[in-house]
């Protein structure tokens, strides 16, 4: 245990050990990752290789039918088939044979008799002659060189009543020399069948008995030739019939995957020299680091236990010692020489700033409603002061006293932590409760609702809420009654906001989010004075303490929500509150 316990000893185990486990780990996932792509490659390669061979199966045979009809509407050659005469109908087959350059040409007439034909022994031009019929036909039929493609049109007499003449049939072989030029499109070995015997194919003769299971299969099979294996894609060469010809795709999964063998001996090889290498350097660099390190460990705990930043690490320099860790006792000292020196710098600015703050704050609002509360105090005191006087002088102090204590909880409020007592909240209930708060003692008309009917319950602190909302509201009251009357020159809501409603409150729920935004028609807010609204203490109003909008933004950032403020001058202001909308305890 104490050979595990040294600094050194584990830091060269655990070098070695995470060096062992991400070399087999790289080992495994490149190994298995390989194999993988290696075989989707080959499985993606053998179907584009299908599809290609589908598209020249099409054109091939479209081509031909085409070729096929114009030769059947020939005058020419219809005035030949309707004599029935074959001397007549022979040199006509051996011409358009070579003109639609195809391997087998037949022309038969009425009752399927054979009139002329080019480019086969008797027993296939037998084969090639269809019965009479009025459809266009392909088929595909087993020959000794392969599988022979015929493609029939009828020929016919155009009239009131269409008549039939004969049939004209073109012959096309799927046989060794096909299978090769589409071996070179598709990069893979081809093969032909048709009536369940392979016919033709790239492969030697010996391998097509292996590949006569794989006709019927849609899907890809794997079959073994000769010790090697294969990957075949069987595709019918007419989609109308699947038991006629059958073209076999076919790709080496042992020649595909050869290479993996290659890559897995070669990894191997280097996951062994990089594994020695690993614990040799490892050794090293563990001996080389933990001494210097240990002195500055014991340095920082007497530092965190005392609190003395005046501790200092000393090293001494041997050539083999890790440079780092001197620089790092060396940036250990100046770190704690510059936090020492932070902190005293930071305390007595902050003792300053805060004095300058509760200065302000004393200057220009306690010491206002004081001289009040004394002139008032004098009027009282005066033998020659009537009652309506001492009245107004016990209202002015009483005013006097409310503002100096909400001066207090604002300071307050701003400087201690925020405490939440969270519940099921209404908070279109809490908006309107808002709203006569902010207007007690005065008209509310000027305030319009939009509150959304389907806001669920939000789980929150509704006290909390409706503090920051009132602190809203409250700014953007004095805003609207800050505007100047175009009527009268005097300051307060003009007719015209007064019809579109001084301040709206509009509530909205969706998407996992509740949104209250508060819009006033009010002076607005320039862009100097943006960037400080929420400063505390920083005010426009020369009643106002700085703390309504500071207080607010704390108390719904503490609710997990944002408010944002956007405003021009002279055209309002609107503030936005964003709020979290989870599930209430006990609800699904």
């Known amino acids: 245990m104490r050979a595990i316990s040294s600094l050194t000893n584990r830091v060269f185990l655990a070098c070695t050990l995470l060096a062992t486990l991400s070399l087999g780990l790289a080992f495994y996932f490149v190994d298995e990752r390989a194999s993988s792509e290696a075989e989707a490659d080959l499985r993606l390669g053998l179907l584009e290789a299908g599809t290609l061979v589908d598209r020249y199966g099409v054109t091939r045979t479209d081509h031909f039918m085409r070729l096929a009809r114009v030769v059947a509407d020939l005058p020419k050659l219809k005035a030949a088939v309707e004599t029935g005469d074959p001397p ?5 087959a051996e011409e358009y044979r070579n003109e639609v350059a195809a391997d087998l040409l037949v022309l038969t007439g009425r009752g399927g008799m054979v009139l002329g034909a080019d480019g ?3 027993a296939t031009i037998a084969a090639a002659a269809p019965p009479e019929s009025d459809e266009e036909v392909t088929i595909f039929a087993p020959h000794e060189r392969g599988v022979l493609q015929l493609v029939s049109v009828p020929i016919m007499l155009d009239g009131d009543v269409p008549e039939i003449l004969g049939r ?10 096909l299978a090769a030029e589409l071996k070179s499109l598709t990069g893979g070995e081809v093969a ?36 090697e294996e294969f990957l075949v894609l069987a595709r019918p060469m007419e989609p109308t019939d699947p038991h006629g010809g059958v073209a ?85 000292n100046t770190l704690t020489e510059s936090v020492g020196r932070f902190q005293r710098e930071a305390a007595q600015k902050e003792r300053l700033s805060s004095l300058g703050r509760l200065s302000t704050v004393i200057a ?48 307050l409020d701003f400087a201690r932590p925020i405490r939440f007592d969270l519940a099921e909240t209404d908070v279109n209930h809490v908006c309107r409760t808002s709203a006569d708060a902010a207007w007690t003692g005065a008209s509310s008309d000027g305030v319009s609702l939009d509150l959304d009917p389907r806001m669920p319950l939000v789980v929150t602190d509704a006290e909390r809420l409706r503090t920051a909302l009132v602190n809203i509201l409250t700014n953007a009251r004095h805003a609207v009654l800050a505007v100047p009357r175009a009527d009268t020159g005097t300051h307060g809501p003009s007719v015209a906001a007064g019809d579109a409603q001084d301040v709206l409150i509009r509530t909205r729920a969706g998407s996992g989010r509740v949104t209250i935004a508060i819009r006033d028609c009010g002076v607005g807010i320039g862009p100097e004075e943006m960037t400080h609204i929420f400063d505390p203490y920083f005010t426009t109003r020369r009643a106002g303490t700085g703390l309504g909008l500071p207080i607010a933004k704390n ?18 202001t609107e503030v936005r ?9 006990g609800r699904t």
């Open 555 to 572: 108390i719904i950032e503490g609710l997990g929500g944002t408010l944002t403020v956007s405003s021009r001058r002279g055209e309002g």
């Open 364 to 411: 220009h609002e306690i010491r206002n409603p004081l001289m009040i509360i004394r002139a008032s105090l004098t009027t009282l005191r005066s033998d020659r002061a009537t009652a309506a006087e001492r009245r107004e002088a016990v209202s002015d102090i009483d005013d006097e006293t409310i503002r100096l204590n909400r001066i207090v909880t604002e300071v």
């Open 248 to 332: 076999l795709i076919l790709r080496s999964r042992t020649d595909r995957l050869q290479f993996l063998s290659t890559i897995r001996t070669r990894l191997a090889g280097v996951m062994v020299v990089t594994l020695l290498l690993a614990t040799i350097l490892s050794y090293g660099v563990a001996r080389t680091m933990t001494r210097p390190l240990a002195a500055i460990t014991t340095a920082m705990r007497e530092v965190a236990a005392t609190g003395d930043l005046t501790r200092k690490v000393s090293l001494k320099s041997r050539a083999w010692d890790d440079e780092d860790a001197r620089l790092l006792a060396s940036t250990f």
């Open 577 to 585: 509150i964003d709020l979290p909308l989870p599930h209430p305890a």
């Open 192 to 227: 032909f069948g048709a009536q369940g015997h392979i016919l033709a194919s790239t492969l030697p003769p010996e391998a097509r008995a292996a590949l006569t299971p794989a006709m019927g299969t849609p899907d890809i099979e794997s079959t073994t030739i000769g010790g």
């Open 120 to 122: 086969g022994d008797a």
């Open 168 to 177: 004209l049939t073109v012959g096309l072989f799927l046989d060794d020399r």
């Open 88 to 92: 007549t109908v022979q040199p006509l």
